[in-house]
């Protein structure tokens, strides 16, 4: 089985840049991070600079700081937008709060510039049931911050200084096309015609979340299909992390509906198998110590001795990564309940991978972003389909 290769067939031909030699980039839109300093303009755009100052000063926040890296942000920005420009192509700026379809459709390639953040909220924009016309456009991120910023999703770090390189290598096709697998949520159940607004849980966004779904029919009622493709993953469970969330989860083709208790589950794609995937699910050293010595109580003595406990805890961790173009979803039940009665039926693990599943609960949230409530008798359906998967490139050499 080869993730990529399924992934290539499927959408060979809805790729536009990049799809063969003789198309060229032309049209780029910068998705740029909503800095701190910027937010808190809009927010209290009625002050002067002078007076905002001084009021974000007298909260006790560190204003310098806040506008240090605005500035430095706004410098990577300027950069790869001047790039873009002295080779002829046209950029078009937004942010967070301005980001819209009619940008999104114009564009030949998408550039997030910020974190992986910004990175998740371009990619999100981007989903095709956004953009409806077919068109598959590419996202590339640069890193603005590279000392406080991990930017998995972006560029290699040393093209937050290397910007003219970067751009010259894009608009060479000097990269090797990378294909992201992303979840489709959809809503089924006689419920879903009944609509709630999403709601964008950043902290800087201040409008309406821009939203459109696809009705369909399923076998068991109607059905919505979530406008949002998740990159990193989909959670499900409470909001408030202080409340044990209550889930009715079906994996597969298994007729069997598991009730569980937990802090809710967490399903991931390869992607995020970086990131929350494995902050959940991470052994320490420590962790291996204190196993190696219940092993040791049962085992010879000195058979355990030439066994590290950094480099298996290193081990386990790496295996918990999987490749960002397979099509399997791997769920993670976070701090499940398995004490008297629950799970009911007992029997299910906290991780395993799965093609689809079924889940009923009370709210769900698309890469820590759009939040959804359930509707009563509404269940969530995740699914990796090829045509949904994110394009973008790889410059690792």
């Not at 003219?164 to 992201?180: C, P, Q, S």
Request: proline share 4%; charged share 25%.
């Amino acid at each position: 089985f080869k993730p990529t290769q399924l992934l290539q067939n499927a959408l060979k031909a809805r790729r536009h840049f990049g799809c063969n030699a003789q198309e060229k980039l032309r049209r780029v839109l910068v998705v740029s991070k909503l800095t701190r300093l910027e937010f808190e303009k809009i927010r209290e755009e009625q002050l002067s600079d002078e007076c905002l100052e001084q009021k974000i000063r007298d909260r006790g926040t560190d204003y310098d700081a806040i506008k240090y890296y605005h500035h430095l942000h706004k410098d990577v920005e300027q950069k790869v937008v001047r790039s873009f420009q002295q080779r002829g192509i046209e950029v078009q700026v937004v942010n967070r709060i301005t980001i819209h379809r009619d940008a999104l459709q114009w564009a030949d390639l998408i550039v997030p510039i910020g974190g992986d953040g910004t990175f998740l909220l371009a990619a999100g924009r981007a989903s095709p049931f956004f953009l409806a016309n077919g068109k598959k456009t590419p996202v590339v991120g640069f890193n603005s911050d590279p000392r406080r910023s991990e930017g998995r999703l972006m560029l290699p770090k040393q093209y937050s200084v290397q910007v003219d390189e970067a751009i010259r290598r894009i608009i060479a096709k000097d990269f090797r096309w990378m294909h992201r697998s992303r979840i489709r949520t959809t809503l089924v159940g006689a419920a879903t015609t009944e609509r709630p607004s999403p709601m964008d849980l950043h902290e800087f966004h201040t409008q309406p979340v821009e939203h459109k779904e696809v009705m369909s029919t399923a076998p068991n009622g109607k059905s919505r299909i979530l406008p949002y493709l998740a990159l990193n993953e989909v959670f499900i469970g409470e909001m408030l992390s202080a409340r044990v969330s209550h889930l009715h989860l079906r994996i597969d083709n298994s007729e069997v509906i598991t009730k569980t208790k937990s802090s809710g589950l967490c399903v991931s794609t390869g992607t995020g198998s970086t990131s929350w995937l494995t902050s959940m699910n991470r052994l320490s050293t420590n962790n291996v110590k204190d196993l190696l010595e219940i092993v040791r109580k049962r085992t010879a003595t000195g058979a355990l001795d030439t066994i590290d406990p950094e480099s298996v805890s290193q081990e386990y961790n790496d295996n918990l990564v999987f490749a960002p173009d397979d099509p399997r979803l791997c769920y993670s039940i976070r701090e499940q309940i398995c004490v008297g009665v629950w799970p009911n039926p007992k029997g299910l693990e906290s991780r395993g991978f799965a093609k689809e599943m079924f889940v009923k609960s009370r709210c769900l949230v698309i890469d820590g972003s759009i939040a959804y409530n359930f509707n009563d008798g509404a269940r969530a359906l995740l699914e990796v389909y090829p045509e949904d998967s994110l394009l973008t490139i790889d410059m690792e050499d």
